[in-house]
């Protein structure tokens, strides 16, 4: 099964294709690959995860190319365990689409698949510039998939979204060519075995490099300065869409990852490009969520700053990246990508049923079918503020034990502790506002039951990563302990052969 | 040779940057197929720069242009393509559907418009 690393990106490029070309085909068609792909993508990554958790990289070279050159695709349990949230957050999100809202706009599960493909590539690529093709394949399907449906609110935020990140991209590139220029190699385990060789005359040049890669990806994280767009672009974007970019932003914190743990390791060269600043900035952006969570007006402005204060969280392990934080790190990840994707699903699920209300956080008669929507909003609700029992709170404890170094501990516990109290506070009033008003409840319309099933899978999440909390955080224990100790993927895929004569170039 | 063309890509970025802190969409546009152009000689720059440098090997050479960077700034140039032929379609949809062609009209008051408009 050497070919099982492919699979994940392999099966939604080749649906997209097939889905492009059958774009005048039947729906059901159209439907049926699509959830045909999907389901096979899951199975894959489950596949995937099983093989991965024995132990050993896996490293695929396309046309076996030995390793520093040719295409690389690289399979440790950190990539195995995001390619499966993906396909488990995709799912959902595609069952949501079939309720309905995938005919709005022409070529929506082409589009689906395209960034599910480009999504699955940045998590098992080994390649920096392999990176930067999956992140524009993805980012290309996202700019796309936002304009879904029509509205001049959402081509506005898609304006500002496309341009913003074409400037992450120009500036993705400027790091990719000066990192050629100064290391003469692109693959990820050839840098960080290079990091620790560069000459003296090139660190000022190799730290800037570095520097620019990490800006670009704290963009793609929403980290503060660069967060300002995130609560526009998901609140905007059609349902089924904003619960897939709930997963966006983990990219670029699981790509920061890579690069401080794997490629830097603890080399002269690339210290203190993370430290001082990042904690400050991943608390200044979880102080910025907060705030917003308070302001939100709309139901999706409230759903996408859950999302700002998660990004804040994670950045902020990721700057230290201790291997018992880097552990909680990923026990949360899944947990909070699942919760607020739902949460973002819900949001834009009530607001179809408010009518002209939308999801405007006023007073007006209750929604339809309080039992089950308000049940689903009470589950993501808890998980999502961090109260026993679900798996936020578990997460957070996690988060809380093992993340900052002692000097850190006051502030990073007043922050979570903070955020969560914020996040009860307001998640309950919004409750209040939308299932507890004395006139009659609007009447039920019919999502369809792949809708209800969307939603239920997503609720049905946080319960479930508590109930299997254990073999949860064992393997997540295991994932950060193997990318910690490097080697294992660093032999993945230099292997023994002996390091590459190259020549130094002036 | 070097300076000239480091200079000449710091000024294109430079000249980018500002059209894309313009407020209206076509000079933003403008701007990042500016910054686009700047970035793929930077990356071309990356292979060092060399006129006897044969692409394939040849007898007597002594050495070979370094073929990576080309084929990445193919890469680059054709994604940079499509996203702009995109932003364009994308900035022509949003002026047909609300009449004006600035990025930052959410809820603007029309009393307070730009002077230069």
Redesign the interface.
């Known amino acids: 099964m050497t070919h099982l690393l492919l699979l994940p990106v392999l099966i939604p490029f080749a649906a997209a294709a097939l889905l492009l070309l059958l774009r005048n085909a039947p729906m059901a068609l159209q439907r049926s690959l699509a959830l045909a792909a999907t389901l096979g993508g899951l199975l894959v990554s489950v596949l995937l995860l099983v093989q991965q958790s024995e132990g050993a990289v896996a490293s695929y070279a396309l046309g076996d190319w030995p390793a520093p050159y040719g295409i690389l695709f690289v399979a440790d349990r950190l990539a195995a365990q995001m390619v499966l949230l993906l396909f488990v957050l995709a799912l959902p999100a595609l069952l949501m689409a079939l309720a309905g809202s995938d005919g709005e706009g022409p070529h929506f599960h082409a589009l689906f698949q395209l960034q599910v493909a480009g999504l699955a590539g940045a998590f098992l690529t080994g390649d920096l510039?392999n990176l930067f093709?999956f992140f524009?394949i993805l980012l290309?399907a996202s700019?796309?998939l936002l304009?879904h449906g029509n509205?001049?609110r959402r081509?506005?935020a898609?304006?500002?979204y496309?341009?913003l990140n074409?400037?992450g991209?120009?500036l993705f590139?400027?790091a990719?060519?000066?990192i050629?220029?100064t290391l003469g190699t692109l693959n990820m385990a050839d840098i960080a075995s290079l990091l620790p060789l560069v000459p003296e005359a090139d660190i000022g040049l190799v730290r800037a490099s570095f520097a620019i890669l990490i800006a670009v990806f704290l963009l793609k994280s929403a980290v503060l300065p660069m967060a300002l767009w995130l609560p526009h672009v998901y609140s905007v974007a059609a349902m089924p869409v904003a619960a897939l970019f709930a997963i966006l932003t983990k990219v670029g914190v699981v790509a920061l990852l890579r690069l401080t743990v794997s490629l830097f390791g603890d080399a002269p060269v690339a210290q203190g490009l993370l430290l001082p600043w990042l904690p400050i900035l991943a608390l200044g952006t979880i102080a910025y969520g907060t705030i917003a969570l308070f302001a939100a007006d709309r139901l999706g402005i409230a759903a996408a700053s859950l999302v700002l204060i998660s990004s804040g969280i994670l950045l902020f392990c990721v700057a230290f990246a201790s291997p018992e934080g880097t552990s909680a790190l990923l026990y949360y990840i899944p947990h909070t990508t699942l919760a607020t994707g739902g949460m973002l699903m819900l949001a834009g699920l009530i607001g179809k049923r408010r009518g002209p209300l939308e999801d405007r956080l006023v007073r007006g008669p209750c929604v339809g079918n309080r039992l089950a929507i308000g049940g689903a909003y009470a589950v993501l609700a808890v998980a999502i503020a961090g109260l026993p029992p679900l798996s936020g709170f578990i997460g957070k404890l996690m988060l809380m034990q093992s993340v900052a170094p002692p000097h850190w501990q006051a502030v990073w516990w007043a922050a979570l502790l903070f955020s969560g109290l914020c996040m009860t506070l307001v998640l309950a009033r919004i409750a209040s506002l939308l299932f507890w008003q004395p006139d009659d409840p609007l009447p039920d319309i019919r999502t369809g039951s792949s809708g209800r099933l969307a939603v239920g899978l997503l609720a049905a999440a946080s319960p479930l990563l508590v109930l299997f909390a254990a073999p949860v955080s064992a393997y997540a224990t295991a994932a950060a302990t193997q990318l910690h100790q490097r080697t294992p993927y660093l032999d993945a895929v230099l292997g023994d052969a002996p390091p590459t004569q190259r020549?130094r170039?002036? | 040779m070097e300076l000239l063309l480091s200079l000449a890509v710091g000024l294109t970025i430079a000249c980018g940057v500002w059209l894309?802190l313009r407020p209206r969409?076509f000079s933003?546009i403008l701007g990042?197929t500016l910054?686009?152009y700047a970035?793929?000689v930077?990356?071309l720059?990356?292979?060092?720069l060399g006129a006897q440098m044969p692409p394939i090997s040849q007898k007597g050479a002594t050495?070979l242009a370094d073929p990576?960077?080309q084929a990445?700034v193919l890469?680059?140039i054709v994604?940079?393509f499509?996203?702009t032929a995109?932003?364009v379609a994308?900035?022509l949809?949003?002026l047909g559907?609300?009449g004006d062609d600035r990025?930052d009209?959410?809820d603007r008051n029309p009393a307070d418009a730009d002077p230069e408009a």
């Open positions: 510039f093709v524009e290309l700019y796309a304009a509205g001049p081509s506005r898609g304006l500002l496309v341009v074409l400037m991209s120009a590139l400027v990719l060519a000066l050629y220029g020549e170039r002036p | 894309v969409t933003v990042l910054i686009g970035v793929n930077l990356i720059l990356s292979g060092r050495g990576l960077p990445l890469t680059a994604i940079g499509g996203m995109y932003l994308l900035s949809r949003a559907e609300s990025l009209n959410q």
